[in-house]
């Protein structure tokens, strides 16, 4: 894919935006002369069924080429036939090796970036205990670290050098995604913990740089899923609650500055950031279509926006930005013609769009059942003038 700068405002780029999003690879151009970063695939991590018997599954799309070129099952395929398993939660590319978080194998599974084969199986019951170590469910790297939530309340550390786990910190209920921010002084990694939707939700956050630990509850935080940090604010992905009927209710994306908590996105369900940029999709259960918005942090100005083009996004399950090229990849479950309900249990689609929200590309790309993830793969390539 050609470099497009991401124009949605238009995005500039700083220290102070947001950074829980962006990819965990190493993306930084230092190239000099004739190189340039190149982004060679998306990877897409699929939930599978557990009610129908269906394992997760890990889909690759080498964008190298255009149309790109769409590979199911990347992982059994390279590992004679070895499964995922049950509700494979999140996937992320760090240095040379791609990471997932396997929720019900209470693993998490290390392959090689280029040939998808696996490096080493890392079992979190194994290193942390049966009940500190269950359910892995979500990643983040830095440096020669890649940090992984638990659902017994905890965040492991491994290390990538020695693929083992060399250190946890004890974080709040059933935690979920993370973000990592900092200044001077000091690496924070803020932790969403989603309390299993019980309301009780809370934020997590941990000085990497001296290992202490603080929490930070408001009445207004309830079921947070994702974060994101642009200098000394922090922007929260929340579920919300449910009403009686199973409503979802103030579900959105929250800022916190300081002590103070203010909704700036209502209703929100996914989220996906860059550069000043936060983009999301509403779909709760029940709704009857999805919504999209666009929110820029600087003029704290909030948008509804509409993607334009391709098969028809009915039931958004995923969305990212790719940051070196501000396309937006969304992936979405088929709708199910018989019933006019979503999918659960037949393989879904991503479309790529272009900064501007049109459709890039000819064809949508096939993708796994239930998809949940995605991140990206990047590689330096270099040009003789």
Known sequence: MKKYLLSFAVVMMGAAFLTACSNDDNNSNSGG????????????????SVSAGIDGSLTFM???????????????????GQSLGGTPNDVIVH?????????????VFVLDKKTFKQVKRISTTDALGTAEGVNPRHLKGYADKVYVTTYGGYVAVVDTTSLTITNKYKVGSAPEGMGLG??????????????????????????????SITEFKNEMIHNPQEVAVAGTDIYVLDWGTY??????????????????????????????????????????????????????IIYNQLSSIKFVGGNPIQSPAAIAIDPNTGYIFIASRDINPDTGYPSYTTPGFVNIYDPTFYFYGTTSYATGVEPHAITFSYEVKTVNY
Do not use: H, R
């Open 62 to 80: 080498d964008l190298s080429t255009n149309p790109a070129g769409v590979q199911q099952n990347v992982y059994k395929n390279a590992n004679n």
């Open 243 to 296: 009403d009686e009927n199973w409503n979802q209710v103030n579900a959105g994306v929250y800022k916190i500055s300081g002590n103070t908590v203010t909704k700036v996105v209502p209703d929100a369900t996914g989220m996906a950031t860059y550069g000043s940029a936060i983009l999301t999709f509403n779909y709760p259960w029940g709704a009857k279509e999805p919504t999209f918005s666009y929110y820029d």
């Open 33 to 48: 002369g004739g190189a340039y970063l190149s982004t060679s695939g998306a990877l897409i991590i699929n939930n599978g």
């Open 182 to 211: 900092g200044d001077e002084t000091a690496l924070y990694l803020y932790v969403a913990n989603s309390d299993y939707g019980n309301g009780n939700g809370s934020i997590s956050i941990i000085n990497l740089s001296n290992g």
């Open 95 to 107: 240095g040379n090796k791609i990471y997932i978080a396997g929720c019900d194998e209470n693993t």
